[in-house]
């Protein structure tokens, strides 16, 4: 069996629900704190094993390149300066991984960015990560995800459950047996109308793939929004051979909204030992306020 070492981010969007923020600024660039959401992601990447990371970009993305690349000026400043730290930080998002570009050249869709993809993969297992997700776990979601790809040599997706009123902006699973946290998976279905969906576990940004998948993305099959959706490429592998659906374990952070992308700063400002006890003071006084204008 081949390991998977290899995957692919899609980062071509357009971050309309950002703008204006995202008008020059790649909203893969938009900081969590004090890091790129995308390094959040390439990290986790990293620490499940990944050796080779492709992200797929588009138009206005050069932020995300010159990110994770060096900085000569920068880090030759802040050495003069003696901001060691600081210089191990800049240094630190040069020297993750090995990462390559690609560029989508039309938006049609995530199942398309994926598939410009294909030849940098070859026919090898591969992972896929989406930048709208952040799973805070002390095991990777991804390697989660490997570990049943070992086990079973087979595709599989990372999903949670989410509410009634939400499975409609989501991927979602039908699964027929399910045995631990793993599922088999009868349907999957791309944003089903809402009130129709088969259950309420959704994909959540995290896949292992079989080369297999090529196949049918190469299809260029229009799906929801008249997009060219991963997921339905993930159906019709299914009917093929067994894509698994994983129950991952962590909290899952959507980054790709205003609400929780303004919840994940908060939660993960907290976690920074030289914020917590100041921002805690600063919400307990602001709920207070707010309480007396109601
Ligand atoms: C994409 C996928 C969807 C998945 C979601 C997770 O949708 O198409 O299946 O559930 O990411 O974030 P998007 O959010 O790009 O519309």
Redesign the pocket.
């Known amino acids: 069996m081949k390991r998977v070492k290899k995957a692919i981010i899609p980062a071509a ?1 357009l971050g309309t629900r950002f703008l204006p923020a995202t008008k020059v600024m790649p909203k893969e660039m938009l900081p969590i704190v004090d890091k790129p959401t995308i390094q959040y992601i390439i990290e986790e990447a990293i620490e499940s094993g990944i050796e080779d990371i492709i992200i797929v970009t588009g138009k206005g993305k050069r932020a995300i390149e010159d990110h994770f690349d060096a900085a000569f000026e920068l880090e030759q400043n802040l050495l003069e300066k003696e901001k060691f730290s600081l210089l191990e930080e800049v240094q630190k998002s040069t020297n993750l991984v090995d990462i390559h570009y690609i560029r989508q050249k039309e938006a049609k869709g ?1 199942g398309h960015a994926v598939w410009c993809a294909r030849k940098f993969i070859g026919d090898e297992p591969f992972a896929v990560l ?1 930048g ?2 952040i799973v805070d776990n002390n095991e990777p979601c991804l390697k989660q995800l490997m570990n049943i790809y070992n086990e079973t040599s087979s595709s599989v997706v990372g999903v949670q459950e989410v509410a009634d009123h939400q499975t409609h ?3 979602i699973v039908d699964p027929y047996s399910t045995e631990g946290r793993t599922s088999r998976v009868n349907q999957f279905v ?2 089903p109308a809402p009130g129709t969906a088969p259950s309420n576990l ?4 995290r896949y292992i793939f079989t080369p297999e998948i090529f196949d049918f993305l190469g299809q260029h099959q229009i799906g929801a929004g008249g997009e060219i ?3 339905d490429a993930i159906q019709m592998l299914n009917e093929k051979q067994s894509v698994y659906a994983y129950n991952f374990e962590g909290k899952r952070y ?1 980054v ?1 909204e205003k609400m929780g992308f303004v919840q994940t700063t908060i939660e993960y400002a907290l976690k920074k030992p030289e914020l917590k006890d100041e921002l805690l003071e600063y919400l307990e006084e602001l709920i207070v306020k707010e309480k007396q204008v109601r």
């Open positions: 969007g995530l989406l709208d997700d902006r989501y991927g791309e944003k959704a994909i959540m940004g959706q991963l997921t959507d790709g």
